[in-house]
T-cell receptor, first 114, second 113 residues
Framework: DSGVTQTPKHLITATGQRVTLRCSPR?????VYWYQQSLDQGLQFLIQ???????AKGNILERFSAQQFPDLHSELNLSSLELGDSALYFC?????????????FGPGTRLLVL | AQSVSQHNHHVILSEAASLELGCNYS??????LFWYVQYPGQHLQLLLK??????LVKGIKGFEAEFIKSKFSFNLRKPSVQWSDTAEYFC???????????FGTGTRLTIIP
């Protein structure tokens, strides 16, 4: 158990819908990262927040957005869902921000878009 | 663009065999290197990491990796694998000034009892 929690574990929804994925980082960690794991794209970085502020952006679609709240939990919002958005979405956290920081991963949310 | 290559997509070994999984990264200056493991149905777990110093890094569960700067490589090794090592292994890199992990495509390791 890494100490990072994600809810829900599984999510099944229809095309065009909107969903929210939630992540609670390890106690004391200020930095939160979101990654998408799919069969065709592998593990891809989406976005990073540090202490409530967006710090880095990766290959995140405009239909996707995220935020980090004052209690440091984060939410990833996916809207106008398409079949290709079906994937495993991981959240990770680290104590601080920096390239040498170890990122600890949560169990993931498996999203299936029908 | 920064990238990580894992040339072995699926490796099948018998128990007690030695393991070496390849990882090469594209040049980008100062790097930090990681190996993560994903057991079936579980989340990614850190096996080991290299930031600086001794290029031979020891991790958990008997794994080690060697950073060879001239070859842009960070291969993962284990002298004797066990059935419980069956999992997917991911090499990842962060580059100086950039905290996002760039992952390789992963290597699926199957250990036959």
């Amino acid at each position: 158990d890494s100490g990072v929690t994600q809810t829900p574990k599984h999510l099944i929804t229809a095309t065009g819908q909107r969903v929210t994925l939630r992540c609670s980082p390890r106690s004391g960690d200020l930095s939160v990262y979101w990654y998408q794991q799919s069969l065709d794209q592998g593990l891809q970085f989406l976005i990073q927040y540090y202490n409530g502020e967006e710090r880095a952006k990766g290959n995140i679609l405009e239909r996707f957005s995220a935020q980090q709240f004052p209690d440091l939990h984060s939410e990833l919002n996916l809207s106008s869902l398409e079949l290709g958005d079906s994937a495993l979405y991981f959240c990770a956290s680290s104590s601080l921000a920096g390239p040498s920081e170890t990122q600890y991963f949560g169990p993931g949310t498996r999203l299936l878009v029908l | 663009a920064q990238s990580v290559s894992q040339h072995n997509h699926h490796v099948i070994l018998s128990e007690a065999a030695s393991l070496e999984l390849g990882c090469n990264y594209s040049y980008g200056g100062t790097v930090n290197l990681f190996w993560y493991v994903q057991y079936p149905g579980q989340h990614l777990q850190l096996l080991l990491k290299y930031f600086s110093g001794d290029p031979l890094v020891k991790g958990i569960k008997g794994f080690e990796a060697e950073f060879i700067k001239s070859k842009f490589s960070f291969n993962l090794r284990k002298p004797s694998v066990q059935w419980s090592d069956t999992a997917e292994y991911f090499c990842a890199v962060t580059y100086f000034g950039n905290e996002k992990l760039t992952f390789g495509t992963g290597t699926r390791l199957t250990i036959i009892p």
